[in-house]
Nanobody, 113 residues
Framework: VQLQASGGGLVQAGGSLRLSCAAS????????MGWYRQAPGLQREWVAR???????TYAEALKGRLTISRDNAKNTVYLQIDSLKPEDTAVYYC????????WGQGTQVTVSS
């Protein structure tokens, strides 16, 4: 099982990023997938989820700035983050919802003010 997140970087506040997570080793197309993030000194938190049919749910505090999507043909889930704020600085991870698979290394997002 592999969950390889990418697309992070250093951006200025107000900017956008599109994160990708390539999955392998399990049946991606029938899996509910989620994005999580972990800021320095804090616990990992869930931010978005997407069902196999692309129904989406977002953490209330982030709703309106996130868009999760998936490409089942590529076994990849995406997270678009708009209007980035310094408090969005974190390592972002994807995982299967319900049965957490081994966590990947995540992708670092750093937002400067």
């Amino acid at each position: 099982v592999q969950l390889q997140a990418s697309g992070g970087g250093l951006v200025q506040a107000g900017g956008s990023l599109r994160l990708s997570c390539a999955a392998s080793g399990f049946i991606f197309s029938t899996s509910v997938m989620g994005w999580y993030r972990q800021a320095p000194g804090l616990q990992r938190e869930w931010v978005a989820r997407i069902t196999p049919s692309s129904s989406t749910t977002y953490a209330e505090a982030l709703k309106g700035r996130l868009t999760i999507s998936r490409d089942n043909a590529k076994n990849t889930v995406y997270l678009q983050i708009d209007s980035l704020k310094p408090e969005d600085t974190a390592v972002y991870y994807c995982n299967k919802i319900g049965i957490n698979l081994p966590w990947g290394q995540g992708t670092q997002v750093t937002v400067s003010s």
